[in-house]
């Protein structure tokens, strides 16, 4: 076997726990797998020849990855993300390795993600690296470049704001809101006008994106009315679409989860859907962290 094969042959003996890991930093099951081919890369260029513990190694070089990424994501929001715009999270695709899958399906639940995302990078990797993968605190400083007791300290103080997700309000609100944003979806789905009205509020407003042109021809819409009629018309549409977190917060996308084809944003005020936003720029859209909606 040439040297090649057997780095292919190690990797892909990782491959899904280095998934597991990167989907567990990540939120984003696109961004997973550009971490792990990064990783490969990585691998390629490496020379480990005295590596032992080829499982560890490999799973300390995505975890690098995973915290450049996430320091990048939180830069780009800064600069890209609309003030009442959430992003959404990538999920479950069809197909593929039922271990993989299986290990995708074993993955935290929305409240946690939202509170992740208020973690900073740091804290991020070290709550997930140390709760969720056991490895020890000696081993997590390096990757995130401080000291021992440093990294504990990040750890500890993620895993006090995890703990409390699914009894803080804004937990609560995004349920709230999770509810309202698939019920919109269902009325949609069936043409059902009533229902549409239901769950808008009576000023709720429609921004369309000029790039999509098959609604886009009125850039905004305004009122329950005019807007339930957009919806009513959409029914084929609908269908293929589905619930995601968008920057933490309940959304729609249309198309596949890592292609998509647009998003819908929502803002809620009173119990009601009071602004739809809809983004399909490709730019734009590159720039959201795209993730399933768990139960």
């Known amino acids: 076997m040439n040297d090649h094969n057997r780095l292919v042959e190690q990797f892909e003996a990782h491959r899904n726990h280095l998934q597991a890991v990167a989907y567990r930093m990540l939120g984003s099951r696109s961004e997973a797998d550009d971490a792990v081919q990064e990783s490969w890369i990585r691998l390629t260029r490496s020379n480990t ?3 032992e513990n080829m499982g560890g190694w490999l799973t300390t070089i995505v975890s690098r990855v995973c915290l450049d990424m996430l320091r990048t994501r939180r830069t780009r929001r800064e600069e890209l993300v609309m003030p009442s715009a959430p992003e959404p999270v990538t ?7 039922p ?3 299986a290990l995708m399906a074993d993955s935290i639940g929305s409240a946690m993600f939202v509170v992740l995302e208020k973690l900073n ?3 991020r990797i070290a709550f997930v690296l140390h709760d969720i993968f056991a490895l020890s605190f000696s081993e997590i400083a390096p990757i ?3 000291n021992e007791a440093a990294a504990r300290q990040l750890a500890s103080r993620a895993r006090r704001r995890v703990q409390g997700a699914e009894s803080t309000s804004e937990a609560a609100e995004l349920q709230r809101k999770r509810e309202l944003v698939e019920a919109f979806l269902a009325a949609s789905r069936n043409g059902d006008f009533e229902k549409l009205l239901s769950v808008l509020d009576p000023n709720v407003v429609l921004r369309n994106d000029p790039v999509f042109a098959p609604v886009a021809n009125v850039p905004v819409v305004r ?3 005019a807007v339930a009629k957009q919806f009513k018309h959409f029914t084929d549409r609908a269908r293929g679409m589905r619930p995601v977190l968008v920057n933490g917060s309940a959304g729609i996308v249309a198309g ?3 292609q998509p084809i647009f998003i819908l944003e929502f803002a809620v005020a009173d119990g009601k859907i009071a602004e739809i936003g809809m983004i ?4 734009r859209l590159r720039g959201l962290d795209i993730a399933a909606l768990n139960d």
């Not at 399909?280 to 730019?283: G, H, S």
Request: aromatic share 0%.
């Open 121 to 123: 990078p740091a804290e």
């Open 144 to 146: 995130i470049g401080c």
């Open 256 to 258: 596949q989860l890592d």
């Open 99 to 101: 271990e993989h899958e």
């Open 49 to 51: 020849g005295e590596v």
């Open 280 to 283: 399909a720029d490709p730019t």
């Open 91 to 97: 999920g479950h695709q069809d197909g593929g390795n």
């Open 223 to 225: 009122g329950s009315e």
